[in-house]
């Protein structure tokens, strides 16, 4: 299946947008998102105008959209020009719900200046996620980040300036250099400015990344697994004390008012169309993922075609397993919307993996919802493979396990 097979597998429901922006000041040396050193230059006009074309290419597919999500790399390298112009391509092109959430993401820097959050806050941007990673200045040189602490505390208090309504911070667990202690402090000092949302990613040592490289050269040593859980799980507990809630097995929010619309509503299994390089789609069972290759991706979009790379068209099975897995990652899973897709209980089709993870303490179940325990949510991403089909539960990943 390639760009011109895709043509009728949208229907007329509202979909979430996400468009891809692959350009960042400098890369991070951890980062494993596809993106390229831009220094102070500017996005090409090529990759932006690729953009628009891309989006004009799916106008007469679907007409209504739930969320847009510009993720990256980092959108806010786009210029005040760009920005408004991408706005008004996608917001002419499709119409916006009334409870549309529009998220941004954002690096803190000069890049994400005032004026640029002013224009976006013009098309009603409604969240703002932002990296942070560590507060320590010493483990964010030591892992090659591209900004330092005071950088950070600048552009967070220009976006409560702005009152923007949700500000999401993206901590990480796992940093070379950190111990439980400096973890620790950056996580206090990061809540006690009260973010509604706080992101809290294990840091996963790609083969390919530059840190993996010099960890490998300098012989240097990486916290182990066992230690990183250690970590994570104070982290959870002291957010859970500190008036936040789980938002689901990675996130946190101060209340629902903070939703993630597009994260829930995709994992829930609604409609996500992708632009730009390399960017996945997900559109009524099928699963298709956008060129990698910035020629190739060109050269498609110049010849009016959807610039698709790959597709997979999965199995009703696999679909329930979907619901499945995100149902757990939720962390509080109403087992009647199984029932409600797919016509047939849950427990008939996984009771016997629900038992196990009953056993192992990893969920609970509650009447009419299986809930997540604390244990299981740290868990999550390592018990839901216990559902993976066995050809996909083998693939090796990309990254090293730690000892
Ligand atoms: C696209 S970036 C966020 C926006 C902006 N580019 C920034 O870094 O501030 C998404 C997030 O992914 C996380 N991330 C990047 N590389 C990672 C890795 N190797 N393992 C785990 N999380 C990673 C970081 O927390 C980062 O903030
Ligand atoms: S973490 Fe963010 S800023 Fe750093 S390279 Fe990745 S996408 Fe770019």
Not at 162 to 181: K, Y
Not at 325 to 347: A, M, Q, S, W
Not at 364 to 373: A, K, M, P
Request: net charge negative.
């Amino acid at each position: 299946m390639n760009g011109r097979d895709i043509i009728r597998v949208y229907e007329d429901s509202p979909v979430h947008l996400y468009v891809h922006i692959p350009y960042c000041i400098k890369k991070c040396e951890f980062c494993y998102y596809q993106s390229f050193d831009l220094h102070d230059k500017q996005i090409p006009e090529e990759y932006f105008n690729a953009l628009l074309k891309e989006i004009k290419l799916y106008s007469d597919r679907f007409h209504r959209i739930r969320s847009v999500y510009w993720g990256g790399g980092t959108p806010t390298m786009m210029d005040e020009r760009q920005i408004e112009r991408l706005c008004q391509t996608i917001f002419s092109t499709f119409k916006p719900t009334d409870d549309l959430e529009f998220c941004v993401e954002v690096r803190p820097g000069a890049e994400t200046s005032v004026d640029k959050i002013h224009r976006l806050k013009d098309f009603s941007v409604r969240r703002i996620s932002m990296g942070c990673q560590s507060m320590n200045d010493v483990i964010l040189r030591a892992n090659g980040r591209n900004h330092r602490r005071n950088a950070f505390l600048k552009t967070f208090n220009m976006l409560r300036d702005e009152e923007i309504h949700t500000i999401n911070v993206d901590m990480m667990s796992g940093l070379l250099g950190d111990t439980e202690e400096t973890f620790m402090e950056s996580i206090e000092e990061v809540s006690a400015l009260h973010p509604e949302n706080i992101t809290l990613y294990k840091m996963q040592l790609y083969y390919n990344s530059h840190l993996y490289r010099k960890i490998r050269r300098e012989n240097t040593p990486l916290m182990t697994d066992d230690e990183e859980i250690v970590c994570a799980r104070r982290a959870y507990e002291f957010l859970l004390n500190s008036g936040y809630e789980l938002a689901d097995n990675f996130s946190f929010r101060t209340g629902p008012e903070h939703e993630h619309i597009f994260r829930t509503a995709t994992w829930r299994g609604e409609d996500m169309v992708g632009i730009g390089l390399s960017a996945h789609s997900c559109v009524n069972r099928v699963i298709y993922q956008n060129e990698p290759d910035l020629e190739a991706y060109y050269k498609s979009i110049n010849e009016g075609v959807l610039p698709i790379k790959r597709a997979y068209v999965y199995s009703p099975y696999e679909a329930m397993v979907r619901h499945f897995i995100f149902g757990i990652k939720r962390t509080c899973y109403d087992v009647r919307d199984f029932y409600r897709n797919f016509g047939v209980d849950l427990e008939r089709i996984f009771g016997k993996e629900i038992d196990e993870l009953a056993i192992g303490e990893f969920i609970e179940r509650e009447d009419n919802f299986i809930r997540t325990t604390l244990k299981g949510t740290l868990f999550a991403d390592d018990i839901v493979r216990a559902v993976f089909p066995n050809t996909q539960s083998t693939i090796k990943m990309g990254f090293l396990e730690r000892s």
